[in-house]
């Protein structure tokens, strides 16, 4: 069987998402509560006990908030880097020690079938790091949280079949938005978050001469809109030489409702 993956949720109030193949299933973040998790598995017609692993970026409860007690409930293998540990692990409550482990940014770690490759972010947490996915010749990236996009994420993401991309706000609507001030300068700054402008732009350059599917991921609620953010995204990749809608397909992502299950 092929790779497959969903978008369980994303956005500033929970992220999560599955990865599958014959022999193997990886959750990636657990942001939303305990019974959530179980609710979103059951819409992509999926056990969450069948899961083998799960991978943590980082510690903000967007990506954490669920983690323990689904650990717990299913008997899943945490996997996470040294500091995001020490950061979480009071968060996540009792843990035995056969589900605690360590996954550093840069390694490559193979997990039944799939290689998963880390690799750091800029991002306001204490080591946050994100995963490439590489299975019978395919790769899928997730990339979220980032303050930018450096030269060395966009070697290491550069030729993947399926990007899960953070589109996170429009530029006009921070600005004139509700946010005190100190908020949207920490969301512009280098530790915050990426636009839908700057998405684009890194996009532009990572996807080389090949067909992809691109999820805009971790929108915000109070500063873009789906087609917004799919509407800036395409004009920018196709002003950069790019055929939006043949070879690169923009998809939605969604804070409460999974992605169907796709092949990468």
């Known amino acids: 069987m092929s790779m497959r993956f969903s978008v369980l949720a994303s956005g500033s109030t929970g992220n999560a998402m599955y990865v599958e193949t014959a022999s193997q299933r990886i959750l990636i973040d657990a942001g939303l509560t305990g019974k959530k998790m179980d609710e979103l598995f059951a819409k992509i017609d999926r056990d969450p006990k069948s899961v083998d692993a799960l991978l943590v970026t980082h510690e903000h409860s967007d990506h954490i908030k669920g983690v323990g007690i689904f650990a717990r409930k299913h008997q899943v293998p945490i996997y996470a880097n040294e500091k995001t540990w020490k950061a979480m692990e009071k968060s996540l409550g009792q843990l035995t020690l056969d589900q605690k482990f360590e996954l550093e940014q840069g390694a490559v770690k193979p997990f039944g079938d799939i290689e998963v490759e880390s690799f ?145």
């Open 120 to 264: 750091g972010v800029s991002h306001d947490a204490a080591d946050p790091m994100f995963y490439c996915f590489r299975h019978d010749g395919k790769k899928l990236v997730i990339a979220t949280d980032m303050g930018y996009v450096s030269e060395r994420i966009k070697r290491t993401i550069e030729g993947a079949d399926s990007y899960v991309f953070e589109s996170n706000h429009d530029l006009n609507m921070l600005r004139v938005g509700r946010y005190p001030w100190n908020v949207k300068r920490r969301i512009l700054s280098d530790l915050g978050h990426v636009s839908n402008e700057d998405a684009a732009l890194a996009l532009s350059e990572v996807v080389q001469n090949k067909d992809a599917n691109i999820y805009l991921a971790h929108l915000s609620l109070d500063n873009n809109m789906k087609d917004l953010a799919r509407m800036t995204v395409k004009q920018v990749l196709e002003q950069e030489g790019h055929r939006v809608g043949e070879s690169l397909q923009l998809y939605d992502t969604d804070p409460n409702s999974p992605t169907p299950l796709s092949v990468v």
